[in-house]
Nanobody, 119 residues
Framework: QVQLQESGPGLVKPSQTLSLTCTVS??????????WSWIRQPPGKGLEWMGY???????YYSPSLKSRTSISRDTSKNQFTLQLSSVTPEDAAVYYC???????????WGQGTQVTVSS
């Protein structure tokens, strides 16, 4: 059974960089052909896909967030990390990591972590 767990600070100051880590157990992040995504949900709004890092290490980002987003990985720890720079209160959301199993879609999710942006 694959499990994903988000971790990181729950409070970030405006203009700072948000950094969240997803630790994966029960499966390797380098296994073909899985894609490891970050998704967020602001209060009262729908889910917003932010980007992914593939089993190969390649990355792809939402065009609307591309300039501020970076996803990296540590294969030795079986973790992948989201960095979102220059945060504003509009970046406050529940952040989720999830696995995409092509072509079936999302099959495993983390429980989500709440991030507040405030000084």
């Amino acid at each position: 059974q694959v499990q994903l767990q988000e971790s990181g600070p729950g409070l970030v100051k405006p203009s700072q960089t948000l950094s969240l880590t997803c630790t994966v157990s029960g499966g390797s992040i380098t296994t073909n052909y899985y894609y490891w995504s970050w998704i967020r949900q602001p209060p009262g709004k729908g889910l917003e896909w932010m980007g992914y890092i593939a089993y190969s290490g390649s990355t792809y980002y939402s065009p609307s967030l591309k300039s501020r987003t970076s996803i990296s990985r540590d294969t030795s720890k079986n973790q992948f990390t989201l960095q979102l720079s220059s945060v504003t209160p509009e970046d406050a959301a529940v952040y989720y990591c999830a696995r995409v199993n092509i072509p079936f879609g999302y099959d495993y999710w983390g429980q989500g972590t709440q991030v507040t942006v405030s000084s």
